[in-house]
């Protein structure tokens, strides 16, 4: 099967309310695109992906998605915490199940492995 990636900016999401930007997300996962989101999820986000999910899995054409969070690091934690920017941002990764392995090393860096 082939596989899409499209990396989604920021100003793609920002105006979207929490149901659109998931139903924007499962639309594009279910049509075999590995999304790469700038604007990561909330928590509150993800967890409605996931439950909307479930409600789309049909096991032959949808099997579901996986989803990472990959973010800056303490320094950028610590910078949201006390409200200043930085250059490290959060990313979100959302791919159908079956199209990606993903490996995380020691140092923090994510590699990920589109599968045939």
Do not use: C, H, W
């Amino acid at each position: 099967m082939k596989y899409r990636v499209d990396f989604i900016p920021y100003a793609e999401t920002n105006d979207l309310t929490e149901d659109e930007k998931i139903r924007y997300i499962l639309s594009k996962v279910m049509r075999n695109t590995i999304l790469v989101l700038e604007n990561g999820l909330t928590p509150a986000e993800e967890m409605d992906l996931i439950s909307k999910t479930m409600g789309k899995i049909d096991f032959n054409d949808f099997v579901g998605l996986k989803l990472f969070s990959f973010d800056g690091g303490d320094d950028f934690k610590l910078a949201k915490l006390f409200g200043r920017g930085s250059k490290n941002k959060t990313f979100t990764i959302v791919a159908p199940n079956e199209a990606v392995s993903v490996q995380k090393d020691r140092r923090g860096i994510l590699s990920i492995r589109i599968n045939d």
